[in-house]
């Protein structure tokens, strides 16, 4: 018994402590958060306000008659009625499910064969020395300040020399080398230690077969994102597929849908219904891979060379 005071009396002050701990915690709480984070979600919530205004806009235009569309002034709802006119002209006039299939297979192609590319070529960079490799990556470096508009003319004639103008092909090769992607994951590469790949090596394992078992598991973040940004630029690219196919039953979605044009001049809320059609498969990607985005996002370094 006369053991057991000792202890209990030197743990009795900390319990005055770990209330009065807990008395502070409480009463932080209850003054609520400091002023500079609510002054931060004020911002933040005005700027998603007017990003989100545009939107809503849109879709609203999208379900008025073209008469209200085009009326003065401008209203936000719909005074006569939500109506599903302009989607039915739109989906009517056009081959809008052969489009959004074009743009799914000519999307997923250019997604896997762009992310296969950029990333052997990033391993390759990151891990591999050899003659010229500095004067490599600054090409690439380069390579990213060029517009894309540049090249279209040379990239046209080589799809007409090589017989690919009006094929699906035409549309995917062109999009297949994408060098910001090369870089963002030569740079995430850099950040795996390369302690991990020391043991396969002294086990006489390949470098594909490092790259495979245990480069890519510790990547797939990263990947996931540049996958999904890949699918998403290829799916809005409308400036190349126009050039490139002539044959309505090969145009994606984007090009197709600028070819439902009426007679009649500008037709807003069909405009409007066109554009919500082209967003809607994006908007369930990203609400589907929003957390791989983030992650991605997060896990990438663009840090020193």
Do not use: C
Request: proline share 6%.
């Amino acid at each position: 018994m006369s053991a057991a005071n000792p202890t209990t009396a030197a743990l009795t002050p900390v319990v005055p402590r770990e209330r009065a701990a807990v008395r502070a915690a409480s009463t932080k709480r209850r003054r609520g958060p400091a002023p500079a984070r609510i002054a931060a979600f004020v911002i933040l919530a005005l700027l998603a306000l007017a990003w989100l205004v545009p939107v809503l806009w849109a879709v609203l235009t999208s379900f008025k008659t073209e008469a209200e569309a085009a009326a003065m002034p401008v209203t936000i709802v719909p005074e006569d009625g939500f109506t599903l006119t302009a989607y039915l002209n739109v989906l009517s006039e056009g081959l809008v499910p052969r489009w959004a299939w074009n743009s799914l297979i000519t999307s997923a192609a250019v997604t896997v064969i762009t992310v296969t590319i950029s990333a052997l070529a990033g391993y390759a960079l990151s891990r591999l020395r050899f003659a010229g490799r500095s004067m490599l990556i600054t090409l690439i470096v380069a390579s990213i300040m060029i517009p894309g508009q540049i090249l279209i003319v040379p990239l046209f004639h080589l799809m007409l020399s090589l017989n690919l103008v009006d094929t699906y092909w035409g549309i995917i090769l062109p999009q297949v080398v994408a060098a910001p992607m090369v870089f963002i994951l030569k740079k995430f590469f850099d950040q795996i230690p390369f302690e991990l790949e020391e043991a396969a090596l002294m086990d006489g394992a390949s470098r594909f077969r490092i790259f495979r078992s245990i480069v890519l598991p510790l990547s797939k973040p990263i990947l996931g994102a540049v996958a999904i940004f890949v699918f998403i630029g290829a799916w809005n690219n409308f400036l190349w597929p126009f050039i490139v196919v002539n044959d309505s039953n090969l145009m994606t979605l984007p090009t197709g849908l600028q070819t439902v044009i009426s007679a009649y001049g500008i037709q807003y809320a069909q405009n409007m219904a066109q554009a919500v059609l082209a967003a809607l498969p994006l908007i369930v990607v990203f609400m589907f891979f929003q957390r791989q985005i983030i992650k991605g996002i997060a896990t990438t370094g663009i840090a020193g060379t």
